[in-house]
């Protein structure tokens, strides 16, 4: 099983930016989709960003979805060669805070989850 580890957290004041790298480890041939999630304290794990790719006809086509309350400030993407996915925060707010973690699919099957990397923004 591909096992993730969540890295580029950190304390940073309100409109400041963060870059989170989500690495993947294990054999990858083929990565299927990866989403950022998020947990704040007292709260369940919600879905942030996702990318998700699709073979047809010998093409690859790349899809993104954003959670609305993150639209137009953060973006998701991938460095294949690296096995790596990235998550760039930008006008980050105080409601922003949480741990980040990355999950998903790859080779066909689901990813570990990783120990998360811890986001504050400070007002």
């Known amino acids: 099983q591909v096992q993730v580890v969540e890295s580029g957290g950190g304390l940073v004041q309100a409109g400041g930016s963060l870059r989170l790298a989500c690495v993947l480890s294990?054999?990858?041939?083929?990565?299927?989709?990866m989403g950022w999630y998020r947990q704040a304290p007292g709260k369940q794990r919600d879905l942030v960003a996702t990318?998700?790719?699709?073979?047809?006809?010998?093409?690859?086509?790349?899809?993104?979805t954003y959670a609305d309350s993150v639209k137009g400030r953060f973006t998701i993407s991938r460095d294949n060669a690296k096995n790596t996915v990235y998550l760039q925060m930008n006008s980050l707010k105080p409601e922003d805070t949480a741990v980040y973690y990355c999950?998903?699919?790859?080779?066909?099957?689901?990813?570990?989850w990783g120990q998360g990397t811890q986001v504050t923004v400070f007002a």
């Open positions: 990318f998700t790719s699709t073979l047809s006809g010998g093409v690859t086509t790349y899809a993104t």
């Open positions: 999950n998903g699919r790859v080779n066909g099957r689901p990813t570990d």
């Open positions: 294990g054999t990858i041939f083929r990565i299927n989709s």
